[in-house]
Every structure is written in C-alpha cells, then in structure tokens.
C-alpha cells in the first residue's frame, strides 16, 4: 500500500507493508508503515486487508494523527514500535497514541528511550530486545 502516489510524496504516500511469518505454531504478523497515519490504515481497514497484529511500527514518529481509537481497535498490536529521536521538537510520541496503543494493552518500545529495538521471531513468542 498504497497503490498508486496521491500526496506527491507526503505522508499519505508511505510504503506499508504487511509481512506474516508462518512457524510451526502459528503466524506472526508485522505492519510496518513509514510515516502513514491513522487516515491511510483506516482506508487499509476498509479494504478488508488489516486486522490484529503482533507488531506495530508506529506511523509518523508516534504522531497525534498516528492513531485514531476505531484504528487502535482493529489492529490492537501486541508490541509497538516508536522510531523517534530524543527531544524532537514536535513532541514526538504524543501521549494520545501513547495511550491509545495502552488502552489495547500494546507494549511500547521507544528509540528515544531504549536506543535500537530488535525483535527476534520463534515457535515460543516474540522476543524484544532493546540494543541501546
């Protein structure tokens, strides 16, 4: 997603991908979305092509446009990724995506805070490791 450009290179235009990774015990899930926002994943949702996921790169740095809370619903990510620099000037992550990925019960990971995250996929679960 998306399928064709229509923001000349905006937000609205970031490269989404879905990634699944099938192991003996089931699938994993992974959305990653650039800077896309709640908007581009609610037209996701419409298509009938994004439901529950097990990881979540947070759209546009944690944003307030980010997340809406019928987004936050559909997808409820287990854990959720927040690339974001260490005292940005716009605020990033605002504490309404923050508290929207708590109401599901999401696991925050912050760059700001914890430096590189890596996670490792495996029959047992997800293992989340903070590099920095």
């Not at 309404?96 to 996929?121: A, K």
Request: aromatic letters at 6%; a negative charge; glycine letters at 12%.
């Amino acid at each position: 997603w998306p399928h064709g450009f229509s923001d000349e290179g905006g937000n609205a235009d970031s490269l989404c991908l879905l990634a699944s990774l099938a192991t003996s015990e089931g699938m994993w899930t992974t959305l990653f979305c650039g800077d896309a926002e709640s908007d581009q994943l609610k037209e996701i949702i419409d298509e009938g092509e994004l439901g529950d996921i097990d990881i979540y790169k947070v759209g546009h740095h944690g944003s307030k446009a980010a997340l809406t809370e019928s987004v936050v619903e559909v997808i409820r990510p287990e854990i959720s990724l927040v690339s974001v620099g260490e005292g940005n000037r716009y605020g990033h992550p605002a504490a309404q995506t923050l508290s929207l990925l708590d109401s599901v019960g999401s696991h925050v990971f912050r760059t700001d805070e914890m430096g590189d995250v890596s996670c490792e996929f495996s029959n047992d679960g997800i293992r989340v490791t903070a590099l920095g």
